[in-house]
């Protein structure tokens, strides 16, 4: 493996997805290491970046998450510093990172994603549930790991409002999305293939942060073991939204088969989790990449620009 030479797996930052982060970072430094690679742990909360010039690190392993390391933030950086890393370049991290701009992409191109609307504390709570309907999910626009989400059933009691202000704690632009009801899926991507789907059955179908993580209740299949016909058309287009944010190397797509036999597109993931738990892993399993080698590949793929 010397031909990556001396590797840096970023870990940790300053996001509120450090914890995870230390989790995905430590189980490819792991890996890294099992086949012969060169790789160090370099968390940029208490390393500056440009450290890693001098102390001679030719490649980077991004495996953080959340904003500074997943928004483009962190890619800047290293393009700046001529040093290639793993994942979607500048914009793309930075678009992807953003649900509201990446909806009005995959809704000018055709993607299907579900409806929302954009709101503030001024927002007409009564209109955007004559307009959606119920239930609704409030979440901030750009964070990861279902921080900051509420799934709001009624508005009787101020709901909406208070849901608002739990989203905007985290960012400044908050999103209602209208709830749909369906299989919830997740269709990884690596290099220029998309990996088969995952189907995921969390407890009382709530998906949360500690259920993501943390709990061994969360059900995971893979075949997923819906039509393959279906599948397959799910996975081209799954390639297709990916492209249409500019996303490369690898990632991750979140959507929801509804029962009609349609879906709609939630978000894509530009550093998605390598953890325990995490699904693109579990996806290139099925196809024959163990743990080790998927790291391998992800880190061949380095890039700058």
Not at 46 to 64: H, M, N, Q, T, Y
Not at 125 to 151: D, F, N, Q
Request: hydrophobic share 45%.
């Amino acid at each position: 493996m010397s031909e990556f030479g001396k590797v840096a797996v970023l870990m940790g930052g300053p996001s509120s997805e450090r914890e995870i982060s230390f989790l995905s970072g430590n189980a490819v430094l792991a890996a890294l290491r099992s086949r012969g690679v060169d790789a160090h742990a370099f968390d940029p909360a208490e390393r500056a970046l440009c450290d890693l010039k001098p102390d001679g690190f030719e490649r980077v392993f991004i495996a953080l998450h959340g904003r500074f390391g997943e928004d483009g933030t962190v890619q800047g950086a290293l393009e700046v510093l001529g040093i290639p890393y793993t994942g979607s370049g500048v914009m793309a991290s930075a678009l992807a990172m953003d649900k509201w701009r990446t909806k009005l992409v995959w809704i000018a191109s055709g993607i299907p994603t579900p409806r929302y609307r954009m709101v503030d504390h001024d927002s007409d709570w009564w209109a955007v549930v004559a307009e959606l309907g119920l239930p609704l999910i409030v979440k901030p626009a750009r964070e990861g790991s279902t921080i900051g989400i509420t799934r709001v059933a009624g508005v009787d009691h101020d709901e909406l409002a208070i849901a608002y202000r739990e989203a905007a704690r985290h960012d400044d632009l908050v999103l209602v999305e209208e709830f749909v009801a369906g299989i919830e899926l997740t269709a990884s991507v690596l290099g220029e293939r998309a990996l088969p789907l995952i189907r995921i059955d969390a407890p009382e179908g709530n998906y949360d942060y500690h259920h993501k993580y943390f709990s061994n209740e969360t059900k995971y299949f893979c075949p997923s073991g819906i039509d393959g016909d279906v599948e397959r058309a799910i996975l081209v287009q799954s390639l297709e939204a990916f492209r249409m944010i500019g996303c490369t190397g690898w990632g991750r797509l979140d959507l929801i088969l509804e029962d009609g036999g349609a879906w709609k597109f939630l978000e894509v993931n530009t550093s998605p989790g390598m953890t325990a738990h995490s699904l693109v892993p579990m996806a290139a399993r099925r196809v024959g990449i163990e743990f080790p080698d998927l790291c391998v590949e992800i880190l061949r793929g380095a890039h700058v620009g």
